[in-house]
């Protein structure tokens, strides 16, 4: 099974400001799906990244808020941009694997 | 559409009994696999069980076994001899095969273990 690590585990940031988040997977994958959890509430897919493509955005996400980069087959990277303090949330990346799906460890995002 | 429901906000249970958390899903798709993961405080998500549509025997996996009855569109999760360690959120979450592979989730159980 693959072993996800993500980074950083939290994070305080300032409004207006950005903050990028990574996600490194132990082996080749296509998928790679990056989630957001507002406090109190269930995972809702942000989007799906693929290797050599643009990402796909979920409805009430979109690129300019949320830009994913993947560049290769075991690395990703989301970036919360211009942030507020509604973006306070907990974000996860996971990967697209039949039965496998483990979560990297989260980002607690806390925006002031 | 495919859906999760997990009716149960919140168990509890006494230390040591077991307890059986609820879930039903919702889709047309004949090949899909069910997942359960647990959630502690910290937040980071604990893949716990996965139970494929075309299994025969129920998954298991040491104190956590799925009840699955496909009739019925359940997978409902059973804890045996609960710890106070597992006091934490529990999702239920489904991924279509076919599909572009992500998990679709339910609302969550927070289980609380009584001393």
């Known amino acids: 099974s693959a072993v996800i690590s993500q980074k950083p585990s939290r994070d305080i940031c300032q409004r207006g400001t950005s903050l990028t988040i990574q996600c490194q997977v132990d082996?080749?994958?296509?998928?790679m799906f990056w989630y957001r959890q507002q406090p109190g509430q269930s995972l809702t897919l942000i989007a799906t990244?693929?290797?050599?493509?643009?990402?796909?955005?979920e409805s009430g996400f979109v690129i300019d808020k949320f830009p994913i980069s993947r560049p290769n087959l075991t690395f990703s990277t989301l970036t919360v941009s211009n942030m507020s303090p509604e973006d306070s949330s907990i974000y996860l990346c996971t990967i697209g694997r039949s039965t496998e799906a483990f979560f990297g460890q989260g980002t607690r995002l806390t925006v002031v | 559409a495919q859906k999760i429901t997990q009716t149960q906000p919140g168990m509890f249970v006494q230390e040591k009994e077991a307890v059986t958390l609820d879930c039903t899903y919702d889709t047309s798709d004949p090949s899909y696999g069910l997942f359960w993961y647990k959630q502690p405080s910290s937040g980071e998500m604990i893949f716990l069980i996965y139970?494929?549509?075309?299994?025969?025997q129920n998954a298991t996996e040491g104190r956590y076994s799925l009840n699955f009855q496909k009739a019925r569109k359940s997978a409902n999760l059973v804890i045996s001899a609960s710890q106070l360690g597992d006091s934490a959120m529990y999702f239920c979450?489904?991924?279509?095969?076919?599909?572009?592979?992500?998990?679709?989730f339910g609302k969550g159980t927070k289980l609380s273990v009584k001393p």
């Open positions: 082996s080749q994958v296509t998928m």
């Open positions: 990244a693929n290797q050599g493509s643009e990402a796909t955005y």
């Open positions: 979450a489904m991924r279509v095969v076919g599909s572009q592979g992500n998990l679709i």
């Open positions: 139970q494929g549509s075309y299994d025969q």
